[in-house]
């Protein structure tokens, strides 16, 4: 797809996922933190609500990465190098998503914080697991997006600014020194994509469609 074909529905989607990927990331975060502020936050209603609401968010970082993608607009090269960042997004965004996935189910299937840490043990256990799911693989999400606005930065001014990779550093700095900060780093990575989503709506809309009545009058 090209950013020519994108329909007002897709870019819709888009925006919407735009605001949701950060908000239900802070929102997973202020659950967690006042799940264990109130109980031991083991398998129950706190530790239910907080990973539905990680994986929505991992969900709508999938689309996060493809209007990220869509907007770059770009050939040669370059696009190769935005598509390799936005792959290696989407790679990392189906760890995390099975990572969530597997500890919705553990809180399902445990009847206590042992039970549940016993039932880790076992799929961590699984030969591959450990990088597949839970250290090497899931970093792609991060260093995917971080890579995909930078590029953004360079190749669309226009619409990405250059603190917008600045931000989006800092949120996952945050979030990788503590999992309490997840809310502050949500929210830089909120206000880093805000402006980008304001640029998918209304005028933001002209810039793709301006390109490509560009490259249709050169005969592209």
Known sequence: MNTRELTGRQAERFRTAFLAGPALMAGYGVVRLVGRAVSDYGPGVWWTVAHLLFLAAVVAFALVFRGLRELAGVSGGRRVAVEAAAWAGLLGVAAVAVQAAIDLAAGFLAADKQAMSEIFDRVQGVPGMMPLVYTVVPMLFWLGLLALVTL???????????????????????????????????????????PVRRALSGGGEQPWRSRGRTRAERGA
Do not use: E, K
């Open 152 to 194: 953004l930065a360079f190749l669309r001014r226009d619409v990405v600014r250059v603190w917008v990779p600045v931000l989006v550093l800092a949120g996952t700095v945050l979030m990788a020194m503590s999992l309490d900060l997840l809310p502050a780093g949500a929210l830089c990575i909120g206000l880093a994509l805000f």
